[in-house]
C-alpha cells in the first residue's frame, strides 16, 4: 500500500502562481509513475498531469504551459507548480500513482486525500 500527502494548496489571486507536493511513502512507493487530478465543483475529476522516473511528461491541454510537474531525486515526491493561474484552476487537487502512461482516471491506483486551490478573480 502507498500512502499519498497532498500539500501546498491555498487562497491566491488570478496570475498567481503555487507550488504543490505529494509525498508518497509506504511499499514500493517509488517504482509508481506519480500523476495529478483535480476536481471542481459540480465537475468531475480531471487529469493535469503526469510525471515517469525517468522524467517523461504529459500535461492536459488546459495547463499545458502553465503548470510543470517534476520529482525529486528519491522518486517519492512530486511537485506541480503553477503559474499564470486563473479563476478556472480552482478545485481539489489529487496525486495519485500508476504503472501505466495514461491519462484515465481508471488506470490510477493509489490517491490522496486532495489539496484545495482556490483561485480569486
Known amino acids: 500500500q502507498v500512502h499519498l500527502a497532498e500539500s501546498g494548496g491555498g487562497l491566491v489571486q488570478a496570475g498567481d502562481s503555487l507550488k504543490l507536493s505529494c509525498v508518497a511513502s509506504?511499499?514500493?512507493?517509488?517504482?509508481?509513475?506519480m500523476g495529478w487530478f483535480r476536481q471542481a465543483p459540480g465537475k468531475e475529476r480531471e487529469f493535469v498531469a503526469l510525471?515517469?522516473?525517468?522524467?517523461?511528461?504529459m500535461y492536459s491541454r488546459s495547463v499545458k504551459g502553465r503548470f510543470t510537474i517534476y520529482g525529486d531525486e528519491a522518486k517519492t515526491t512530486v511537485y506541480l507548480q503553477m503559474s499564470n493561474l486563473k479563476p478556472e484552476d480552482t478545485a481539489i487537487y489529487y496525486c495519485?500513482?500508476?504503472?501505466?502512461?495514461?491519462?484515465?482516471?481508471?488506470?490510477?491506483?493509489?490517491w490522496g486525500q486532495g489539496t484545495q486551490v482556490t483561485v480569486s478573480s
Open positions: 495519485a500513482t500508476t504503472t501505466d502512461w495514461s491519462p484515465r482516471e481508471v488506470s490510477y491506483e493509489n
Open positions: 509506504g511499499r514500493a512507493a517509488s517504482v509508481f509513475r
Open positions: 510525471i515517469s522516473w525517468t522524467n517523461n511528461t
